[in-house]
């Protein structure tokens, strides 16, 4: 017999069942006890008879607030960025259920932040692939079991900028106004990720060689983008950088280490990312001849494609020798 029960917290609705050996538990969100009470039937009659029965989910915006919260305490400095890519969205539809909006909506939804609010379709397509991450995370978490914006397509941008990257001055200027000089220098000369910085320890040295593995953590998510181990052997720059660093040099989250980088960066007025060290290890493996293939195995990219996109314009053979070579023909 299935035992689906409700309780109330303030105004708000609750659902909790059991299935699988599991439990379960679902916000209905504001709604009056006799609209409860027929969700609470559909989902016994839904178990009972192992028919899918569409109940009432959520309310948007009741939904979504608590993603919000979720994201906060895992996401701390960049919360503020993903409630203003949703904010838009809660009010244009944080009063409706979940499983009321249609495709269509969305589409209308989309067409109107170009045309009315004159949004970019950079902006566009950010706030629908953060909307969609958000919504998969309930369904991953068995909150919700539907997701709004599944099939929906995030508008892709037309700008295409050149890799930006370091050369020797901007990080003599960095280094000489910075206490964690040891450590931008050591992710300038290795390319790491953040994420890989961030879980770096000096066990990771084997043999001459920063060794990153992909073992997941206790999440699931793996150490690497890729999900593929690399080996970056260590220059003299960052065998140097080492030494001066602790055994595990950096015990903050990636988006504090990102703003530790970016004071830096403007105190010594050469403005950019922390990503940008990594460009400026494969920028400049590429101007010294390094072969993309090898620059590819070093940044660890996952696809041959991303790496000629960055630097493929960089080689000792690029487009400066491609047009030189017309000097002989016209």
């Known amino acids: 017999m299935a035992n689906v029960t409700l309780y109330w917290r303030g105004p708000c609705a609750y659902l909790n069942w059991r299935e699988g050996g599991q439990r379960f538990r679902r916000t209905l ?12 039937s559909q989902k016994e009659a ?24 979720w994201y906060a305490a895992s996401h701390p400095t960049t919360a503020s960025k993903a409630k203003s890519e949703m904010k838009r969205f809660i009010v244009k539809f944080g009063h409706r259920p979940i499983d009321s909006i249609k495709p269509m909506e969305i589409e209308a939804y989309k067409t109107e932040r170009f045309t009315r609010d004159r949004a970019a379709k950079e902006t566009v397509g950010k706030e629908i692939r953060r909307l969609s991450a958000a919504f998969k995370v309930g369904i991953d978490l068995k909150h919700i079991d539907m997701n709004p914006l599944a099939g929906i397509k995030a508008p892709k941008g037309v700008r295409s ?11 003599t200027k960095l280094y000489a106004v910075s206490s964690r000089a040891h450590l931008w220098e050591f992710m300038a000369h290795t390319g790491l990720r953040r994420g ?37 052997p260590l220059n003299a720059c960052a065998k140097k950088a080492l030494a001066k660093l602790d055994h595990h040099p950096v015990t903050v989250h990636p988006d504090t280490l990102s703003d530790w ?21 494969g920028a400049n493996l590429t101007m010294a001849g390094v072969p993309l293939r090898r620059v590819q195995d070093l940044m660890g990219h996952a696809d ?18 491609a047009v030189k070579a017309l000097e002989k023909l016209l």
Not at 29 to 40: D, I, Q
Not at 261 to 281: M, Q
């Open 46 to 69: 839904e178990l009972i008879h192992g028919v899918r029965i569409i109940a009432r989910l959520p309310l948007v915006r009741i939904y979504l607030e608590w993603y919000q919260d």
């Open 304 to 321: 041959y494609a991303t790496t000629e996109k960055y630097y493929a314009h960089l080689t000792p053979e690029g487009a400066g020798n």
């Open 29 to 40: 969100g504001k709604l009056e006890p006799g609209e409860a009470e027929k969700v609470r």
């Open 161 to 171: 900028v050149a890799v930006r990257f370091y050369g020797k001055p901007e990080l």
């Open 261 to 281: 980088f970016k004071a830096d960066a403007k105190k010594a007025k050469i403005g950019g990312s922390l990503h940008r060290l990594r460009h400026t290890f």
């Open 196 to 232: 890989e910085m961030c879980k770096f320890t000096k066990d990771d040295i084997q043999r001459g060689h920063v060794v990153i593995e992909s073992i997941p953590d206790e999440t699931g998510v793996g150490r690497t983008k890729s999900g593929k181990w690399r080996q970056v």
